[in-house]
């Protein structure tokens, strides 16, 4: 049977399923989700006044949401010290990496990333038919150096870089990113994903008054905020850059609640300080067990810990495998030397219990099946 062809780019993707669910998994396996800790959400979830406000607000879904995102913005604006023209807002991270990746890419662009990196973002570039350049990890971190050098090695259209870094957990302070970004040409585009900068160190995220032409900083209130299932993200920069968006925009992606509630979430920073201080504790938690169970946790600076499990990829997946048999919903990085690992995201005190028990039994299995 014919069918219309889809345009060449995409005809020459493969058939994917980009992230398979926790609740497609537990679907397939049949065994029922004992803790949700494979996609860095937050178990805290969001602030009561946050829920408070979105349920006020369930009434006044019949109309759009206001497609300048005004209120949000020029709160943000306050809050970071920028204007209303610096920051712009889309439906989460990822969407603002789609259309990032439809404003700067044509067919046969080169777009330089780390080997293992955020994945959402190499899946948009392949979309447009850009070219993926990848730089290893070095030590466990994205490599600034190699990854500047390979952007200055022939003209890169954009060069993305996490910090700090899914899936490592690991973290450069400001004066490395900002070095990183004054190496790139000026006119390649950096793209600084900042998905975790509020559960990093201060002095991690450079301050928003390092400003570039050519720097683009993502930023969500899926992770640290809770409120991944709303998609609200932002994206800061040049007020030139961001007027693209503009162009090209699902007008009212960005959900009336999800407005409401990220806007009542910036006002309620004595609830982020909370949650802030339960990650912490949380990724202590988890390196805590880790250890005691033979395993080398890797120092994070996000919502998730990656676990070294000591031998290589096969081994990280039957460790993986023994988690998922048990109910426990956990992901890992696929990249030669990062698939060693294990990642696992922070929640609240059952959760990670469960998350420990099933690990011990796992690695107990493994050992008498060896
Ligand atoms: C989780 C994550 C995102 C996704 O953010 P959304 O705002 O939920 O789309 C983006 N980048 C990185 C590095 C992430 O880990």
Not at 45 to 56: F, N, R
Not at 132 to 146: F, W
Not at 245 to 260: L, P, T, Y
């Amino acid at each position: 049977m014919r069918r219309p062809r889809f345009n060449p780019i995409i005809e020459a993707l493969p058939p994917t399923i980009p992230f398979l669910a926790p609740e497609a998994i537990a679907r397939q396996s049949g065994i029922p989700l004992r803790a949700r800790l494979g996609a860095n959400e937050s178990g805290f979830g969001p602030s009561p006044k946050v829920k408070a406000a979105i349920a006020e607000a369930a009434a006044g879904v019949w109309t759009y949401g206001d497609p300048e995102c005004f209120d949000l913005r020029r709160a943000l604006g306050e809050k970071l010290d920028l204007g209303i023209d610096e920051i712009a807002i889309g439906e989460g991270i990822d969407a603002i990496q789609g259309r990032i990746c439809q404003l700067f890419l044509s067919p046969g662009d080169r777009v330089v990333t780390s080997l293992g990196a955020y994945p959402t973002f190499n899946y948009h570039v392949a979309a447009r038919g850009g070219e993926l350049v990848t730089v290893p990890y070095r030590d466990d971190h994205e490599d600034l150096e190699a990854l500047a050098a390979e952007a200055r090695r022939a003209r890169t259209r954009i060069v993305y870089l996490a910090n700090p870094d899914n899936p490592m957990g690991t973290w450069w302070d400001a004066e490395a990113v900002e070095t990183f970004v004054d190496a790139i040409p000026s006119d390649t585009l950096v793209v600084l994903d900042e998905a975790y900068g509020e559960t990093a160190p201060k002095g991690t995220m450079p301050p928003t008054g390092f400003k570039r032409p050519n720097l683009l900083r993502l930023r969500t209130f899926s992770k640290a905020y809770g409120l991944a299932g709303l998609r609200d993200g932002y994206c800061l920069g040049d007020p030139e850059i961001l007027k693209g968006f503009d162009r090209i925009r699902n007008h009212f992606g960005v959900n009336k609640i999800g407005q409401i509630a990220a806007f009542a979430a910036l006002a309620d920073t004595p609830y982020l300080e909370d949650v802030l201080a339960r990650i912490a504790r949380a990724r202590t938690i988890i390196a805590d067990f880790s250890r005691e169970l033979g395993l080398e946790p890797i120092a994070s600076a996000t919502n998730f810990v990656a676990i070294d499990c000591g031998r290589d990829a096969a081994f990280a997946e039957k460790v993986l495998a023994g988690l998922a048999k048990r109910g426990v919903f956990v992901r890992k990085p696929a990249a030669p030397v990062l698939a060693r690992t294990i990642r696992m995201s922070v929640g609240p005190d059952p959760d990670l219990a469960v998350a420990r028990d099933a690990l011990a039994q796992t690695l107990t299995e493994l050992e008498h099946r060896s």
